[in-house]
Nanobody, 126 residues
Framework: VQLQASGGGLVQAGGSLRLSCAASGRTVSRYGMGWFRQAPGKEREFVAAIRWNSGSTYYGGSMQGRFTISRDSAKNTVYLQMNSLKPDDTAVYYC????????????????????WGQGTLVTVSS
């Protein structure tokens, strides 16, 4: 599976961005898809995940209510809609794919994912 993340950029605090992650190489209809982020000097942090076949979603604590993960099966693409952005949201955002059979409780763990995109930079100015 190859993952191509896009949609990052510079936005003012309070603004919105939508990130996209296009999957290729095989269908990801049985995968779990996740978004993580990594700010300078910090560890990679879980943002959100979606179980593709059921549409069940999972969020990191500070993102709940502001971020929405979704997928488009026709486009083999997962999205991350980010609203009410804060300067603390500044980071490189990575999409990742967890193989079929991964239990949902593992989606928050980096180790659950065996495919990663290249990352897209989100900068939120104050």
């Amino acid at each position: 599976v190859q993952l191509q993340a896009s949609g990052g950029g510079l936005v003012q605090a309070g603004g919105s961005l939508r990130l996209s992650c296009a999957a290729s190489g095989r269908t990801v209809s049985r995968y779990g898809m996740g978004w993580f982020r990594q700010a300078p000097g910090k560890e990679r942090e879980f943002v959100a995940a979606i179980r593709w076949n059921s549409g069940s979603t999972y969020y990191g604590g500070s993102m709940q209510g502001r971020f929405t993960i979704s997928r488009d099966s026709a486009k083999n693409t997962v999205y991350l809609q980010m609203n009410s952005l804060k300067p603390d949201d500044t980071a490189v955002y990575y999409c990742a794919a967890a193989p079929p059979g991964t239990i949902a409780s593992s989606y928050r763990s980096i180790q659950a994912y065996n495919y990663w995109g290249q990352g897209t930079l989100v900068t939120v100015s104050s």
